[in-house]
């Protein structure tokens, strides 16, 4: 091979070695982890997690089941994840409890959340019921 057609061999082999170096690694990037493993990322949470955990983790437990002690409680406390109890209810019903609130326990949330913030929380409060 004459050497002055070396260099454009070389251009030839080093675009498609490039090309494939290149997406290699952006794989690997879509591959990785989000966050570190065990640390959960609270950017990725669904909306209304965040309301949730910080307004009704404590009567409510922290996947809508509630505890014992909050049983104990609150003798009325409903269980989120329970099917039979979405029969009736949807997101909108939640909002307008949060709205007025219910009983002696459940307390309306109208001074401490928007409507968004509302729609927010009761759309996760219905993402927690139990799938087969
Ligand atoms: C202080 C404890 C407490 C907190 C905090 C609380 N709840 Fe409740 N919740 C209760 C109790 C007790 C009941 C049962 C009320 C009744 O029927 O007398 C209830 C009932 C409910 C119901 C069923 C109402 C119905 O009959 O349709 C929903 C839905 C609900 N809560 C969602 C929420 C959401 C969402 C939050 C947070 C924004 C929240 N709760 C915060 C105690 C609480």
Redesign the pocket.
């Known amino acids: 091979m004459p050497v002055r057609r070396l260099p454009l061999v070389v251009l030839l082999l080093a675009v498609p070695i490039a090309s494939l170096l290149t997406a290699r690694a952006s794989r690997a990037a879509d591959a990785a982890p989000r966050s570190p493993v065990g640390i959960r990322d609270p950017a990725q949470d669904p909306p209304g997690r965040a ?2 955990l910080t ?2 983790k ?3 437990g922290v996947l809508g089941a509630p505890t014992k002690l ?1 049983v104990k409680k ?1 003798e ?3 269980d ?1 994840t329970a099917p039979l ?1 979405w029969a009736g ?1 949807s997101a909108d ?2 909002v307008a ?2 709205r007025k609130g ?6 309306s ?1 109208a001074d401490k ?1 928007s409507a968004d913030e ?1 729609r927010a ?2 759309q996760y ?1 219905r993402s927690l019921v139990r799938t087969p």
């Open positions: 309301l949730y307004n009704c404590a009567c409510h909050s609150y009325k406390i409903p989120l109890f209810r019903s939640v409890v949060l219910v009983g002696r326990d459940m307390k949330f959340l509302m929380v009761a409060a």
